[in-house]
């Protein structure tokens, strides 16, 4: 299974990215998806998730929450992050993650919750 993201790229603080997340290899079904970022000296953080076990629940971290929204097609195991209003401390790699248990609730924030990484796609906000 592999996870590819895409999308990240330079911009200028205000500006917008959307990045996109599609997984592939063996069938599966991914039940969660989501993303985190790592910028550079610092841990990787939670940014949001979305749980489509028995409808759709979306989670964020409250640094982007009422900027960042989290969609996709679960169907088709691709998720998608669209940025607004990007800060430069929104600069980081950003990486998604899928888990392929279905589960009602979502251990929000939590890397070992996740079974598939992909390899991660930067993003520079400059100010």
């Known amino acids: 299974v592999q996870l590819q993201a895409s999308g990240g790229g330079l911009v200028q603080a205000g500006g917008s990215l959307r990045l996109s997340c599609a997984a592939s290899?063996?069938?599966?079904?991914?039940?969660?998806m989501g993303w985190f970022r790592q910028a550079p000296g610092k841990e990787r953080e939670f940014v949001a998730t979305?749980?489509?076990?028995?409808?759709?629940?979306?989670y964020y971290a409250d640094s982007v929450k009422g900027r960042f929204t989290i969609s996709g097609d679960n169907a088709k195991n691709t998720v998608y992050l669209q940025m607004n209003s990007l800060k430069p401390e929104d600069t980081a790699v950003y990486y998604c993650?899928?888990?392929?248990?279905?589960?009602?609730?979502?251990?929000?924030?939590?890397?070992?919750?996740?079974?598939?990484w992909g390899q991660g796609t930067q993003v520079t906000v400059s100010s």
């Open positions: 993650a899928a888990r392929s248990s279905r589960s009602s609730y979502t251990v929000v924030g939590l890397t070992g919750w996740y079974d598939y």
């Open positions: 979305i749980n489509w076990s028995g409808g759709t629940k979306t």
């Open positions: 290899g063996r069938t599966f079904s991914t039940y969660h």
